[in-house]
Nanobody, 111 residues
Framework: QAQLVESGGGSVQPGGSLRLSCVASDSSFSGYPMYWYRRFPGNRRELVAAISSKGTANVADSVAGRFLAFRDNAKNTIHLQMNSLKPEDTAEYVC?????WGQGTQVTVSL
């Protein structure tokens, strides 16, 4: 069964950076758009970034100018580079593609 596995989360201070990765279990994902979502307490979910199969990326207005999303199809991987992190970025970050969800990686931004 195809899987997506995220990594790279952690705890940082405001203004810090993290790079998240999501590795797909096989190369079939290279033909699909891939997405980063984040889930907040109370199960509110926000689409953070969308990356087309050819690598065109768009990010949400709430993270524009701070987050970058990109993919490496040769490694079946997408990344989310998060800079200038704010406490309101605290959430579980999850990747999604073709109906498959990863398990998520927690990002906590606090002093």
């Amino acid at each position: 069964q195809a899987q997506l596995v995220e990594s790279g989360g952690g705890s940082v201070q405001p203004g810090g950076s993290l790079r998240l990765s999501c590795v797909a279990s096989d190369s079939s994902f290279s033909g699909y758009p891939m997405y980063w979502y984040r889930r907040f307490p109370g199960n509110r979910r926000e689409l953070v970034a969308a990356i087309s199969s050819k690598g065109t990326a768009n990010v949400a207005d709430s993270v524009a100018g701070r987050f970058l999303a990109f993919r490496d199809n040769a490694k079946n991987t997408i990344h989310l580079q998060m800079n200038s992190l704010k406490p309101e970025d605290t959430a579980e970050y999850v990747c999604n593609s073709n109906g498959i969800w990863g398990q998520g990686t927690q990002v906590t931004v606090s002093l």
